[in-house]
């Protein structure tokens, strides 16, 4: 297709040129690294048939790159339109539809423009009812394309959009590309063949054309193996696989990093955080972390993880959003299987006080389990039972499963085993047999620190830390539990500590009564955090000396409850509301709630005025 000369006019009536957006108008150019993908230009060749076709798919499938290859390529001419949050005001929307329409059939802005005001029309019937009769009388084929449509939430927009469905001219085609599918007729379009879909299936890449993506991100033709791991690991998603080969270049250990790669993966994170985290309200970014856990999901088990019900309502919510769920059977799957789900239910029954019901669901997970021939990393089941045997007190039946597995101490163990090796250095610590625990704990750390696995490192240092405090060596065991700290609490961390059951929360009283001795260490770790910590195992922590946590504080009429000085502290320490939501685990409104109720207690009318009240009377330091 033709695309619209960059220097195109903008013709629409003269008073609202300066409103136009230009930039809005033009086709993309190719990312670097783009790979022609004909099947699925073939595809969209073969849709213009039916009039209309979406194209919807996740945030870095693709979509924009596909579309505007296809329209550059192609022999039709194409008018094309990069909407924004501002497209939700009608006139401004349609102004800029007509705008493009100009440019791939000349002269329609000049001759429909003006029916869009000032003043803006109250209906948009009339000027949609020019447009179509305007293009009807002319001779030759246009096509508009619609990019980012899911940021359009007007219902006016919506409106007037299916009018034009309705009533549209066989001569202008229309693509769509949307995060999620438009309130728009799309059942009886498909029902009618008036419909063609592209979707998250369709523009997965191929073996063959993730090969090509990461050869032009690495600039090296990667083995077979490993274009076809990376490929299964991102279910052959284009903005992962070319962070992967983003990330790729320059590793000393390709093959290792692909064995390692997902979701963690920071440059990952740090694409999902902003481009699908961030656009997303507040209660769905609150249910989406807080089953993050989960690897398979159901209404039902996400009740059981948040607490709340309607589960059910929210995972349909998700599904209309396209954030990465794959329906299957009224449950949503993404690419583990149901068992690490289940293992995941077992230890929240655990944690709740049903040991019997954490036995249950751990044999169901055994069951929808890969087999125990599948290692820890891809089958996490057999470890996680043998896991809660030790949590039961049956340490001889977590011995013979290592035994069983072929565990040894004196073994070089390898990544995808490390979860086998962890429950076997939990073997060795519940037989009081800390030293040869602490030597496989420091090769399992060494690996997890080399190829930058802080989840895996977290957890090694905290067994590391009840090694060291079985050994007697108390002071080591709290330094090595505040180093642990330092880099959970950051991201949350809470059960990966309190899942170690009495032996953790007794060194963890050791680190508060480090705490109040000043101990360096054992001062880095955040309040908020041990009280998270210690929370989880049913006790609040004491506060440290001339904090004024417990005490009632004189010059206060209403005193500030634990989570208030919790807010203070951040406060104090220069964070933001965003920042202070994150570190305590709460959304961004609850956060300003705590503000202002301590900008009342402490009589401040901001929040540096707040900190220097506080300090006056000695709640902070």
């Known amino acids: 297709m033709a695309e619209v000369p960059a220097g195109a006019p903008l013709s629409v009536a003269a008073p609202d040129r300066d409103v136009l957006l230009a930039t809005k108008l033009h086709t993309p150019g190719p990312p670097p690294g783009f790979v022609p993908r004909t099947r699925l230009a073939a595809a969209l060749d073969e849709g213009l048939a039916r009039g209309l076709i979406l194209v919807c798919a996740p945030a870095g499938a693709g979509k924009t790159a596909l579309l505007a290859e296809w329209a550059r390529r192609g022999d039709r001419p194409v008018g094309w339109l990069s909407l924004d949050a501002g497209d939700n005001d009608p006139a401004r929307f349609w102004r800029h539809v007509v705008a493009a329409l100009d440019g791939a059939r000349p002269g329609i802005g000049e001759r429909v423009g003006p029916l869009l005001g000032p003043p803006a029309p109250p209906s948009f019937d009339g000027l949609l009812t020019a447009l179509v009769n305007e293009l009807t009388s002319q001779s030759g084929e246009a096509v508009l394309v619609l990019d980012d449509y899911h940021l359009i939430d007007a219902t006016q927009v919506h409106t007037s959009l299916a009018f034009l469905l309705e009533h549209l001219p066989p001569c202008l085609y229309l693509v769509l590309a949307s995060r999620s599918d438009p309130p728009l007729p799309v059942a009886r379009l498909r029902a009618g063949g008036q419909l063609a879909e592209l979707r998250a299936g369709e523009l997965r890449f191929t073996a063959e054309e993730a090969a090509a993506l990461l050869c032009g991100a690495t600039g090296a ?19 992962g696989l070319q962070l992967a080969g983003l990330s790729l270049r320059g ?17 990952v994170l740090d694409y999902l955080t902003e481009e699908v985290l961030e656009r997303q309200p507040d209660p769905l970014r609150v249910f989406l972390l807080e089953t993050s856990v989960l690897e398979r999901l159901s209404g039902g088990l996400c009740d059981a993880v948040t607490g709340r019900a309607g589960g059910q309502a ?5 599904e209309r959003a396209g954030l990465f769920l794959m329906p299957l059977c009224r449950q949503f799957v993404s690419t583990p299987p149901l068992a690490t789900g289940l293992a995941t239910l077992a230890w929240i029954r655990q944690a709740q006080g049903d040991a019997a019901g954490a036995l249950e669901a751990i044999g169901e997970a055994e069951q929808a389990a890969l087999g125990p021939a599948v290692p820890g990393l891809l089958n996490p089941v057999p470890a996680q039972r043998a896991r809660l045997l030790l ?7 977590a ?24 429950v076997l250095a939990r073997v060795q610590l519940a037989q009081n047999q800390p030293g040869p625990a602490l030597a496989l704990l420091e090769r ?58 009495p032996p953790m929360h007794a060194l963890l009283t050791r680190l508060v009564a480090a705490q109040k001795a000043d101990h360096a260490a054992a001062c880095g770790v955040p309040l908020d955090c041990l009280a998270r910590l210690l929370g989880a195992f049913g006790e609040r922590p004491p506060a440290r000396a001339g904090r ?20 203070l502290r951040l406060l104090a320490a220069g964070a933001p509301n965003p920042r202070i939501a994150a570190e305590l685990v709460v959304t ?19 929040r540096t005025e707040a900190v220097t009240r506080a300090r006056q009377l000695g709640l902070i330091t």
């Open 221 to 239: 033709d990667l083995p077979a193996a490993e274009v076809t791991a990376l490929a299964a690991r991102t279910e052959g998603w284009a903005a």
């Open 251 to 267: 590793q000393a250990d390709p093959s290792g990093f692909v064995a390692a790669f997902s979701g963690t993966h920071r440059y």
């Open 314 to 318: 929210m995972l349909d919510q998700v």
């Open 391 to 397: 949590a039961h007190g049956d340490i001889a039946a």
């Open 399 to 422: 011995a013979r499963w290592t035994q069983e597995r072929d565990l040894g101490v004196g073994d070089e163990p390898d990544y995808p085993r490390e979860p086998e090796y962890l």
């Open 444 to 501: 399992l750390r060494a690996a997890a620190t080399a190829h930058g696995r802080t989840g895996s490192v977290i957890e090694i240092q905290a067994l590391q830390a009840l090694a060291l405090a079985a050994a007697g060596d108390d002071n080591a065991a709290v330094d090595t539990l505040a180093a642990a700290l330092t880099l959970a609490c950051p991201q949350g961390y809470v059960r990966v500590f309190a899942d170690e059951g």
């Open 548 to 567: 004024g946590a417990t005490a009632a504080v004189p010059g206060l009429a209403e005193q500030l409850t634990a989570r208030e000085l919790d807010v």
């Open 588 to 606: 961004l409104d609850t956060v300003k709630k705590h503000v202002s109720h301590l900008l009342g207690k402490l009589g401040a009318v901001n």
